[in-house]
């Protein structure tokens, strides 16, 4: 089945700065990609998400990258701000939107 | 609509004790997930419907756990003879299935959760 690594685990930015986060995954059918944010005693909330058949994709500060030869598409946060504080995850899923399966998470903190 | 809904919140029960939670979907969505979360790691796939049909069991979940979604509405999550290993936070999500003219999304829409102790 699909296993989705992602990392780092915790990420420390000062406010202004990039962050990016790094995710791989195994299953090469795979064609749809989320991103979720988790904020402390809430559900993950969607921010953005990409499909196989583009290879970027921009949304304000936020972009995501998939590079599907490599199987590993990538989250960019720029211009941070303390309230995108939370824990991201990546996930992945086929066609179909059956089962989404999610990497273990990217704590980040950014520092004002 | 207020979104996805789950009851209880937190349960703290004893080992071996029965559990059930219960989610109530935003109601124009047809599919109905269950995620299991471990403090410090991403949601854990455990099973999800289509209306009333479960399409798919994580093959994880041991048979002490069942979940129902008896009019392709709201679900139910039951634990039996619950372990001090089945302390986690429980999620639910619905959704629209992605279908291939992109029409759908295929957001997953989260419930807070809920937290389950076994002492």
């Known amino acids: 089945g699909e296993n989705v690594e992602q990392h780092p685990s915790t990420l420390s930015v000062q406010e202004g700065d990039s962050a990016v986060i790094k995710c791989t995954y195994s299953?090469?059918?795979?064609?749809?990609f989320p991103w979720y944010k988790q904020e402390l005693g809430k559900g993950p909330q969607l921010i953005i998400d990409?499909?196989?058949?583009?290879g970027e994709k921009k949304d304000q500060r936020i972009a995501v990258t998939l590079n599907k030869t490599a199987k590993h598409f990538s989250l960019h946060i720029t211009e941070t701000q303390p309230e995108d504080s939370a824990v991201y995850f990546c996930?992945?899923?086929?066609?179909?939107?059956?089962?989404?399966?999610f990497g273990p998470g990217t704590s980040l903190s950014v520092i004002p | 609509d207020t979104g996805v809904s789950q009851n209880p919140r937190h349960k703290i029960t004893k080992r071996g004790q029965n559990v059930t939670f219960r989610c109530d979907p935003i109601?124009?969505?047809?599919?109905l997930y269950w995620y299991r979360q471990t403090l410090g790691q991403g949601p854990e796939f455990l099973t999800y419907?289509?209306?009333?049909?479960?399409?798919?069991k994580s093959r994880l979940l041991s048979d002490r756990f069942s979940a129902e979604r008896p009019k392709g509405s709201f679900s139910t999550l039951e634990i039996q003879r619950t372990e001090q290993g089945d302390s986690a936070m429980y999620l639910c999500?619905?959704?629209?299935?992605?279908?291939?003219?992109?029409?759908?999304?295929?957001?997953?829409?989260f419930g807070e959760g809920s937290r389950l102790t076994v002492l």
């Open positions: 999500a619905s959704s629209f299935p992605l279908a291939g003219n992109y029409a759908n999304t295929g957001e997953l829409f």
């Open positions: 299953d090469s059918a795979s064609n749809y």
């Open positions: 990409i499909r196989s058949n583009v």
């Open positions: 996930a992945a899923s086929t066609q179909g939107g059956d089962k989404v399966i």
């Open positions: 109601s124009e969505h047809n599919r």
């Open positions: 419907f289509q209306n009333e049909a479960q399409l798919e």
